[in-house]
């Protein structure tokens, strides 16, 4: 319980200070407006990760991918092989 009202004075205070700093933000310096998660410890940042594929990551540390034979990208099909179930033992 005493974590839950931190959380929401946190919550407050930081509404109070975005709104602060946004009153004196200089819009030529900084174009992005401030918000509350930009004062509350307590907001998690998730970071977005990025899909890329193998020939950019390659192209961007400058050499060049050259994909096996054996591969699935080397084939104009992509192979998805199917696992088969165990089959049944009896402990008679």
Known sequence: MA????????HIAS???????EINRDRRRRRKPYKPD????????????VKVSVEQVASL???RYFPSSNSPLASSHFPC???EPEPHMSNC
């Open 3 to 10: 974590e839950a009202k931190r959380q929401h004075d946190w």
């Open 15 to 21: 509404s109070v200070m975005a709104l602060t700093a």
């Open 38 to 49: 930009d004062f509350n410890p307590y907001t998690a940042t998730k970071s977005v990760p």
């Open 61 to 63: 540390l400058g050499t």
């Open 81 to 83: 092989p199917k696992s």
